[in-house]
């Protein structure tokens, strides 16, 4: 009988991202693909609200599966900041849900201020994933109006991980628990909007240059062992972080092939194990890991 033994190659350290998602021309794929913990929203366009209000600086949705869904909005009005909430519900034969249990409150114009900012920056850097959404859980909406470009909005699926789409809709949640009366200390509400934006600011950082090329790590967490029944094959590329101090953190898919995606799970977690050289300033890097099936 004939052994086989898996052997995952490192084929090189990228400098640089040199492969491009190629989907199926023949649309017979399934193109979905998990790619990691998501750290941004997913745009879903812009257009005009079909019901008041309207000219909002910041709109959320927390919209869960077996459970009723709330809105909020905060608008300027007569140079007052006024903070809207509402419970949607819909009646068989409705298209659209209506807004029901409505209330409303003045907020100081630092809070509007922060939300406002919060909102925008985290809508505009939205992109979409391959990684599609779950069945059961909670779809968390945000929009705003920003002049000039119109009504750019974004969502997250129930966010579990530690990464701005959970810290967003955190702040989402505890600002409609103000808005309901259920927590209506304005002060703690404006330094947790704060701490988020100031968390979510440093997050972004500046730009995050490429590292030199030809950089390879010290040390490299041997590949894992967890083998499957079935023979995996495929390339995995992934993209990461390398600190100053040499660890690399934020792990995602660039890029995959692969037949085992678990296996491309695996590797994520195992990356962050790697240990590089000292760097002057933290830099994006990238390798690539190819499944293999040797005799």
């Known amino acids: 009988m004939k052994l086989y033994s898996l052997m995952l190659v490192v084929w090189a ?16 794929r399934i193109e979905s693909a998990y790619v990691g913990p998501l750290d941004h929203l997913i745009p879903v366009g812009s257009t005009f ?5 309207r000219y909002y600086l910041a709109k959320f ?4 599966s077996f459970s009723p869904a709330f809105e909020w909005c905060v608008l300027l009005q007569e140079k007052r900041y006024v903070l809207r909430s509402w419970r949607l519900e819909r009646s068989k034969g409705e298209d659209v849900p209506r807004q029901v249990d409505t209330l409303e409150t003045e907020i100081p114009k630092e809070m509007a201020a922060v939300l406002y900012t919060l909102w925008a920056n985290a809508i505009l850097d939205a992109r979409y994933s391959r990684q599609s959404p779950g069945l059961d859980g909670t779809t968390y909406e945000f929009s705003t109006f920003l002049r000039g470009i119109g009504y750019p909005s974004a969502r997250t699926w129930s966010p579990e991980e530690d ?8 702040a ?4 409609l628990a103000y808005a309901r009366g259920q927590n209506r200390d304005t002060n703690k509400l404006l330094a947790l909007l704060q701490a988020t934006n ?15 090329p030809g950089l390879v790590p010290s040390y490299m967490e041997p590949a894992t062992s967890s083998l499957p029944r079935i023979a995996p094959r495929g390339t995995l590329v992934l993209g990461f972080i390398v600190e100053q101090s040499g660890a690399v953190t934020t792990p995602y898919i660039i890029s995959s092939t692969s037949t085992w995606q678990r296996g491309d799970q695996l590797q994520m977690e195992n990356v962050t194990k790697w240990k590089y050289p000292k760097q002057q300033q933290r830099c994006r890097h990238s390798t690539t890991f190819k499944w293999a099936w040797d005799k």
């Open 13 to 28: 350290a990228l400098a640089q991202v040199t492969f491009a998602y190629e989907p199926d021309v023949t649309q017979q």
């Open 198 to 212: 100031k968390r979510l600011s440093a997050y972004r950082g500046p730009a995050i240059a490429t590292c030199a």
């Open 172 to 175: 989402g949640e505890d600002v």
């Open 61 to 64: 949705g927390i919209h869960p």
């Open 49 to 53: 609200p079909v019901q008041a209000p």
């Open 163 to 170: 990464l701005p789409p959970k810290w967003l809709a955190s």
